[in-house]
């Protein structure tokens, strides 16, 4: 990572980028933003660094502000996530804000924002073993018309598609992955296959401080029969174009997130959505925690992200 400038005065600001070890990042899936993010912060006369989000030996007050960033290893450390969240939020401003962040951890948000008039992709929650095979069931029956049709199972809380899989809703594997959800004391979603989002028509918008900078595809990950393509969660990001369309639904969800959470504008947030005949133009996650923001593809997006950063300290 770079070093802070050596010609920082002593009263600049103070920031730290919150990442976790960088032995931990996977050679196929780098933390990519981290690097340019310091450099224009440096440029711009801050006094910059990474910081691991999980070191106890952090002084969180000795920042102005934190900015969390790739803490992707999160899901592995589940007991570790609320204390650190007091502890830095009690230290130093946290961004995003240590309360939208709780919300944004469990992925039953997608429920508010769907009572809120979000267009959501159709997901139930379930809690109880005993239920699951109905419940699988009943997402067989919902596709009966298509024989090839797939659900997918993921958990509520979790990242990199990890204890996530693509099955038809009849396969005993579907229903082993699931009761494996539950056993680590999660919340199995359930969700219709999407045949455009397994083609990667998937489009995620960025915001910075609400404003949509940029649009990334990434490319399926889930491989039919559970597993990911290719064997390994790699994504594979391309700059594409968004349509009008796709950026007010993009503006329409944060608004919302705003309504239901009471939290104003964040400073980042990637929205994930997919444009399907059967459901329309629907919301797949609202990422308001660690999205990759991809700044290797769009530089300028990078001294975007520098500059809202310090409008906030």
């Not at 999980?54 to 803490?71: K, P």
């Not at 944004?104 to 929650?125: C, F, H, M, S, W």
């Not at 919301?283 to 530089?299: D, G, I, S, T, Y």
């Amino acid at each position: 990572m770079s070093d802070e400038p050596l010609d920082a005065s002593a009263d600049a600001p103070r920031i730290a980028i919150v990442t976790t070890d960088p032995a931990w990042y996977s050679p196929v899936d780098p933390d990519r933003d981290t690097a340019p993010l310091l450099d224009a912060l440096h440029r711009r006369g801050a006094r910059a660094e990474a910081v691991v989000w999980h070191d106890e030996g952090v002084d969180w007050a000795a920042f102005d502000v934190a900015v969390v960033r790739s803490t992707w290893d999160y899901a592995e450390r589940p007991g570790d996530v609320e204390p650190w969240l007091d502890r830095a939020g009690r230290g130093t401003r946290l961004l995003n804000e240590p309360e939208l962040i709780r919300w944004n951890l469990d992925k039953r948000y997608l429920a508010q924002l769907a009572e809120a008039g979000i267009a959501v992709v159709p997901t139930t929650y379930h809690l109880d073993p005993d239920h699951l095979p109905d419940a699988l069931a009943a997402h067989g029956a919902y596709a009966a018309c298509d024989l090839d049709a797939h659900v997918v199972i993921k958990p509520a809380v979790g990242a990199a598609s990890r204890l996530t899989g693509l099955f038809r809703a009849d396969d005993p594997a579907a229903l082993a992955l699931a009761r494996a959800v539950l056993a680590e004391g999660n919340t199995v979603m359930l969700q219709p296959e999407v045949p455009e989002l397994s083609a990667g028509a998937e489009k995620a918008l960025y915001l910075v401080d609400g404003e949509v900078t940029h649009a990334i595809a990434k490319g399926a990950l889930l491989a039919r029969g559970g597993g990911l393509l290719g064997g390994v969660y790699e994504e594979r990001p391309v700059v594409v174009e968004a349509n009008d369309g796709e950026r007010a639904f993009a503006r329409e969800v944060l608004f919302a997130v705003g309504r239901v959470t009471g939290v104003a504008t964040p400073l980042y947030a990637r929205i994930d959505m997919v444009d399907s005949a059967a459901h329309g133009l629907v919301l797949l996650e609202a990422e308001l925690f660690e999205p990759a923001l991809n700044l290797h593809l769009v530089p300028h997006v990078t001294e975007l992200v520098a500059d809202a950063i310090l409008r906030r300290v």
